[in-house]
């Protein structure tokens, strides 16, 4: 515990809402000196109260609030991404000193913390972009953090970070990520990745309910039965308490009771437009993406659910909860394959120096996508520093591989039945693609030549070509 003396604050948190106060309340209980400012009166008595142990303080008055830090001083925002981040700056930077240290824990756009970054680098203050993950009970227990700014003020706050982390095998989850918008970055993905997750599971529910009958009670217990296997997780846990919850109101399980319609807040929008430009292909993360949209579409739905005229259909391959489970393991790993893949370009693009091995370490406690396959991850990354895709790796590969007959035997079951499998349908189609060799797209390099002239190179000669397609006689 650290017990430094001080006769100013050690850090201060604008914005004491759920996060920002039981990030503040983390920091406390590990004996760091920390005080919040929140314009909301609510917010500053409820830090008090719920922090009446360490005797919490907060302000109201910004000036005050920035004069109680001890310098450089570390002031952390969780306030909504998007321009209340910008006006905060705006209000904070007058009252800063070269060498202070912002950083932003909202889920902002990496362009975002990028221009905030290098706008505050003109007046000599540190600003960070750190992606959080785990919620209100990692914010107060201990979350995985991805900060990226400048490596040298880094290690001003990183003693801090390190106690308040969560930990794995004594090691905290947090890491320097990298230079610039890197943290918001890298949280971007692993958002991605967790909207990825969440669907596979989607579409296992549909499987075990719709695909086997099973009730809620016998979902809970093969999630559970998994659960205590390789598939071990944050998301697998939750999502199987959920099928035994009942709703207060009516006595049924309440999953049975929420409507079919997902929301979300953007950052998975943001991987896929993300993924689009840098031209890495994520299709399962993609497909998580529309399915979330697709499911906003309830009205249509109904009414082409009526119109549906079921013909017969084939009998459907038998499976079992076995063949599930090696098809979710199949899919998942392709959707932390693809985050990964996606890292590593971005990495070079924009100069991120991104250690993707330690990415993984962190990633292996306190966040949403925590789970027991990380450790693989993470030892397939540091085996190998330079991995440019986990499928690369042979201890992966060979187990993706055993999993491809139950996971083939899954789809076509479920295709059979009517059952939508979007995201397992986009890993199984990505796993096959990149282990071949010789794709059809020779055929739409053709085509665009044929309407556009954008040419075509040849696979018996070096250089750039185009065909006079229009002088091809057709044969008779």
Not at 201 to 225: M, R
Not at 435 to 444: D, F, K, Q, V, Y
Request: proline share 3%; with cysteine; charged share 20%.
């Amino acid at each position: 515990m650290h017990t430094e003396k001080s006769t100013g604050y050690s850090l201060g948190m604008v914005g004491l809402g759920t996060m920002g106060r039981n990030l503040l309340l983390n920091l406390a209980n590990n004996g760091f000196k920390v005080t919040g400012y929140d314009k909301n009166a609510e917010m500053i008595a409820l830090l008090k109260e719920e922090g009446k142990a360490h005797k919490l303080e907060a302000y109201s008055d910004i000036e005050k609030f920035i004069a109680s830090i001890e310098t450089p001083r570390t002031i952390i925002l969780l306030v909504p991404a998007g321009a209340i981040v910008d006006s905060v700056i705006q209000e904070l930077t007058p009252l800063l000193a070269e060498g202070d240290i912002i950083i932003d824990s909202g889920n902002s756009h990496f362009t975002d913390t990028a221009r905030r970054s290098s706008e505050l680098e003109k007046v000599n203050i540190n600003f960070f972009g750190m992606g959080i993950s785990g919620g209100e009970e990692g914010a107060r227990k201990g979350p995985s953090m991805m900060p990226g700014g400048n490596k040298d003020a880094y290690s001003v706050v990183e003693k801090m970070f390190d106690a308040i982390a969560a930990k794995v095998d004594g090691v905290p989850c947090v890491t320097y990520i990298g230079p610039g918008a890197s943290g918001h970055y890298v949280k971007m993905v692993h958002n991605g990745i967790e909207y990825a997750i969440m669907q596979l599971l989607a579409e296992v529910y549909q499987l075990l309910k719709e695909g086997l009958n099973l009730s809620n009670e016998e979902i809970y217990a093969t999630l559970d039965t998994w659960n205590k296997g390789r598939l071990g997780s944050f998301l697998l846990e939750i999502t199987r308490d959920i099928f035994l919850f009942k709703d207060v109101k009516t006595g049924n399980y309440l999953v049975d009771m929420i409507k079919d319609e997902a929301r979300s807040k953007g950052t998975g929008k943001w991987t896929s437009q993300e993924a689009m430009d840098l031209e890495v292909p994520i299709p399962t993360i993609d497909a998580a993406v529309s399915t979330r949209n697709l499911s906003k579409l309830k009205s249509l739905r109904l009414k082409l659910e009526s119109q549906l005229k079921k013909a017969e259909s084939p009998t459907p391959t038998l499976i079992n909860t076995d063949d599930i489970e090696n098809a979710f393991f199949y899919a998942m790993v392709s959707a932390y394959a693809q985050g990964m893949h996606m890292l590593h370009q971005a990495s070079t693009t924009y100069n991120y120096d991104l250690n993707l091995s330690s990415i993984a370490k962190i990633w292996r406690g306190g966040c949403i996508i925590r789970s027991k396959f990380l450790n693989e991850m993470y030892e397939a990354f540091e085996k190998q520093a330079d991995l440019t895709h986990l499928f690369e790796d042979t201890n992966i590969h060979e187990a993706v591989e055993a999993s491809k007959i139950a996971t083939h035997k899954v789809a076509d079951f479920a295709t059979t039945s009517n059952i939508a499998i979007p995201c397992l349908s986009a890993s199984i189609n990505y796993y096959n693609i990149l282990h071949t060799g010789r794709m059809s797209s020779n055929l739409t390099q053709a085509q665009r030549d044929f309407f556009g002239a954008h040419t075509f190179e040849r696979i018996d000669e070096d250089g750039i070509f185009h065909a006079d397609w229009n002088g091809i006689s057709p044969q008779a």
